[in-house]
């Protein structure tokens, strides 16, 4: 049982660059999230999915887009990578308004 | 404001000793839910403990146990018998709400905790 898995775990970028960041849970969670993590600032949410097909935006959604195409993934697309952007992304997944379960993380650095 | 609030960015505890990190929330919403991660230095995010807003009883997980205080909106974990392996960064959250499309976290900002021998 693998959990919750993201890929890549490390990547860098040149502004402007674009990539997709993938999630994966194999726990038939119905809501998935991605999270950022800044020093010092804990982890805020960037956008969010409670079924197939549906997003939303959380706290910081600029820069970013997703999709949930299939239950079990949710992607993460950065367009036009900035320096700002740098940061440890996390994917995490429930069922319902249950307990989040976490991926281990991508670091994203952009130069 | 924030919505949650952990007072102490770092602080240590002697293995084997018991320890207890702080964290005050806010919310006007009656049904929330209030959540303890750990984050060792490896980097990944592991569950400890779930308190629930209408939960009379203190919630516990082996040697975490939350300090659940409604009226003073605080959440404190208290870790028994601290081990080494007990040292990373501890984040307190809290999921506001009882249903609707949310069901997002809230993190605080983290307290280190080292472990010393």
């Known amino acids: 049982n693998a959990g919750v898995t993201q890929t890549p775990k490390f990547r860098v970028l040149k502004t402007g660059q674009s990539m997709t960041l993938l999630c994966a849970q194999d726990m038939n969670h119905e809501y998935m999230y991605w999270y950022r993590q800044d020093p010092g600032m804990g982890l805020r949410l960037i956008h969010y999915?409670?079924?197939?097909?549906?997003?939303a935006k959380g706290e910081v959604p600029d820069g970013y887009n997703v999709s949930r195409l299939k239950k079990q993934n949710f992607l993460l697309g950065l367009e036009s990578a900035a320096p700002s952007q740098t940061s440890v992304y996390f994917c995490a997944s429930s069922r319902g308004l249950g307990t989040q379960y976490f991926g281990p993380g991508t670091r994203l650095t952009v130069l | 404001a924030q919505k949650i609030t952990q007072t102490q960015p770092g602080m240590f505890v002697q293995e084997k000793e018991a320890v207890t990190l702080d964290c005050t929330y806010d919310?006007?919403?009656?049904?929330?839910?209030l959540f303890w991660y750990k984050q060792p230095s490896s980097g990944e995010m592991i569950f400890l403990i779930y308190q629930g807003s209408y939960d009379e009883q203190n919630a516990t997980e082996g040697r975490y146990s939350l300090n659940f205080q409604k009226a003073r909106k605080s959440a404190n974990l208290v870790i028994s018998a601290s081990q080494l392996g007990d040292s990373a960064m501890y984040f307190c959250?809290?999921?506001?709400?009882?249903?609707?499309?949310?069901?997002?976290?809230?993190f605080g900002k983290g307290t280190k905790l080292p472990v010393k021998p």
């Open positions: 959250a809290m999921r506001e709400g009882d249903g609707g499309s949310q069901g997002n976290l809230i």
């Open positions: 919310t006007s919403d009656q049904s929330y839910g």
């Open positions: 999915s409670v079924g197939e097909g549906t997003t």
